[in-house]
């Protein structure tokens, strides 16, 4: 389901949640007998210069936002996910209620932040990799919606990229909190450095990451087929170098993200994930309807890639 506001989703899974004991009961027996021999219902997609490897579930309660890959030596790589149990009690109290998809670099954790809409900022929390928090506050400016549904690290870690909800001609770039020297060492105010001009206007963009220092993947929800020809279409972004000033990008429409469940009704795009070490990139989408709880994450390398 498409959401203007994030909250509806947010009501949708706490109400499927309290009646979770009697759909148990119930619910997911009809289910399983309307759906015995029944083929899983929805569009396979095909992404241009991508190929599919593999999907796992999730639960969406804890992965539904967002994946990041993160690297912290010696630990080597893990995958990071965030959904709606992973706002920790103090930043909720705070009015933060909502967690986008993260990214990683360095094992340096960004996690986007949002209040309710009537709020004036929204916030990125950094995680080093010795544990310590930062918050990173950035006043929204004339005409800025309050959303904050990703941010995206460039690979040389000067950079972040995030975006607004509905249909827009721009994406935002900011100094990285902490890893650029022009933001506070201990956390404080985020302004922002310039725009990702785009040439053609994108809409309910979820998730991106860059997979080369001067190329995007994003996500995007839009299922009415008004700006490109596919539904949640996956988008290419290909940019110049970033050096803090406002950059033209250019969009390509790589074809759908997936859209495949036993469950009818309408999918949610969400978070992207690049891992550079294994050249993965991961694609997250929420299954509809009673199936609300599963997210499916899709993995693709490179078309030409040698498993």
Not at 47 to 52: K, L, P, R, S
Request: glycine content about 10%; overall charge negative; proline content about 6%.
């Amino acid at each position: 389901m498409r959401h203007k506001s994030r909250t509806s989703k947010i009501d949708w899974l706490v109400f499927l949640i309290a009646c979770t004991a009697v759909f148990l009961v119930a619910g997911l027996e009809a289910q399983a007998s309307a759906t015995v021999g029944q083929s899983a219902q929805g569009s396979e997609g095909g992404i241009a210069g991508w190929t599919q490897t593999g999907s796992d579930d999730e639960n969406t309660l804890s992965a539904g936002e967002g994946v990041a890959t993160v690297f912290a030596p010696p630990h080597g790589t893990t995958e990071l996910y965030r959904g709606l149990q992973s706002v920790p009690s103090n930043l909720k109290a705070q009015g933060w209620t909502h967690i986008g998809d993260p990214d990683s670099v360095h094992g340096y954790v960004i996690d986007a932040y949002q209040g309710p809409s009537s709020g004036k900022t929204k916030m990125f929390f950094v995680t080093t990799p010795a544990g310590e928090t930062l918050e990173y506050v950035h006043t929204l400016l004339p005409g800025e919606l309050y959303n904050n549904s990703f941010d995206a690290i460039s690979p040389n870690s000067q950079w972040m990229i995030a975006g607004e909800w509905e249909t827009m001609s721009h994406l935002q770039i900011y100094p990285a909190p902490l890893l650029n020297h022009r933001t506070p060492r201990q956390g404080g105010s985020l302004r922002l450095a310039g725009y990702i001009k785009l040439n053609h206007k994108v809409n309910d963009i979820q998730g991106c990451d860059f997979v080369t220092q001067t190329r995007l993947i994003c996500a995007s929800d839009d299922d009415s087929r008004r700006l490109f020809p596919n539904e949640k279409p996956l988008l290419q972004i290909d940019l110049p170098n970033l050096h803090g000033t406002s950059v033209k990008g250019k969009v390509k429409d790589l074809g759908s993200i997936p859209q495949v469940s036993t469950c009818s009704g309408t999918f949610e795009a969400e978070g992207v994930d690049f891992d550079v070490s294994t050249h993965v990139l991961r694609v997250e989408v929420i299954a509809p309807g009673s199936c609300i709880l599963t997210t499916t994450v899709y993995e693709y390398t490179p078309v030409g890639t040698r498993g």
